[in-house]
Nanobody, 125 residues
């Protein structure tokens, strides 16, 4: 089982930047799919970015964040990051980090993630 705890976020002006962090612990997390999701009020949760935490480090992004957000993982610090640049009001949402310990490939296939953090709010105005 994998445990995830997000931090970061808060209120940001449009056009600004912020970085989310997710402290990851548990078995096998360093060779699994890790991802960031978000959910805005009244909307369904959607995948934002994913990374193969194994040696390949393949990244996947939703079209609406390509070129603006960057996902990365620091195994020495047990931390997953989401660097968010050029933020827009429509990026306002609760952001969740997640893991799928059953695979380390096709991490941009958003279904199957089965371990979740509690979420951190990002508000862009």
């Amino acid at each position: 089982q994998v445990q995830l705890v997000e931090s970061g976020g808060g209120s940001v002006q449009a056009g600004g930047s912020t970085r989310l962090s997710c402290l990851v612990s548990g078995d096998r997390w360093s060779s699994t799919c890790l991802g960031w999701f978000r959910q805005a009020p009244g909307k369904e949760r959607e995948g934002v970015a994913a990374i193969d935490a194994d040696v390949a480090g393949v990244q996947s992004y939703a079209n609406f964040v390509k070129g603006r957000f960057t996902i990365s993982v620091d195994k020495a610090k047990n931390t997953l990051y989401l660097q968010m640049n050029s933020l827009k009001p429509e990026d306002t949402a609760m952001y969740f980090c997640a893991a799928d310990v059953t695979r380390a490939y096709l991490c941009g296939s958003w279904s199957g993630y089965n371990s979740w953090g509690q979420g951190t709010q990002v508000t862009v105005s």
